[in-house]
């Protein structure tokens, strides 16, 4: 008698197991519910600007689903562009990243912190351009930097910039 509730259990467990969808989608690695810039508007600015080299500013960047629910789990992507030198901006030391399921029309936004630069310093970038990306998404938007040169952990390719944490927006 006993033999049957465990094969019964078994064969329930191995069903429930093979009907499980783990978010990702199929081969590629993309997770299907992460929030993807394109359905998802990205805007920055307006930013309380480093006004003078040792300075530090904040750069917001605030995101509006504009399509299906989707979730936000990780640090978002963000590269600093100069001419032909591109450097990947650090995500704020000791930051944990929520998990934030927004639904259509919900906001997020996260921000950019930066330590200005001298102008020609070589030490400094003299970003032009920086590209946002999101956890789980290849895709990305590129804006225009206003912001002045960032300066560099020793050499341009290391900004003195972090990223910080996905917040709420909104009520």
């Known amino acids: 008698m006993r033999a049957i509730p465990l094969t019964v259990t078994a064969l329930a467990a191995a069903l429930a197991l093979t009907a499980c969808d783990d978010g990702n989608a199929g081969a590629s690695g993309k997770n299907s519910t992460a929030c ?18 040792g300075d530090t500013g904040e750069v917001p960047v605030s995101l509006t689903n504009q399509s299906a629910p989707c979730t936000l789990d990780g640090f978002p992507g963000v ?19 929520e998990k934030l399921k ?36 290849d895709a990305t938007e590129s804006f225009p930097w206003k912001y002045g040169p960032v300066a560099g952990k020793g050499s341009a390719d290391k900004p003195d910039a972090t990223v910080g944490t996905f917040q709420q927006a909104g009520d």
Do not use: N
């Open 102 to 137: 927004l639904a259509k029309g919900d906001s997020a936004t996260f921000s950019i912190s930066y330590v200005r630069g001298k102008d020609g310093d070589k030490a400094s970038l003299g970003a032009t351009s920086v590209t946002v990306s999101l956890p789980g998404s």
């Open 79 to 97: 590269t600093l562009k100069a001419g032909g030198t591109s450097a990947t901006v650090a995500t704020l030391s000791g930051a944990k990243p």
């Open 36 to 53: 993807e810039v394109g359905k998802v508007s990205v805007q920055v600015g307006s930013a309380s600007v480093a006004p003078a080299a």
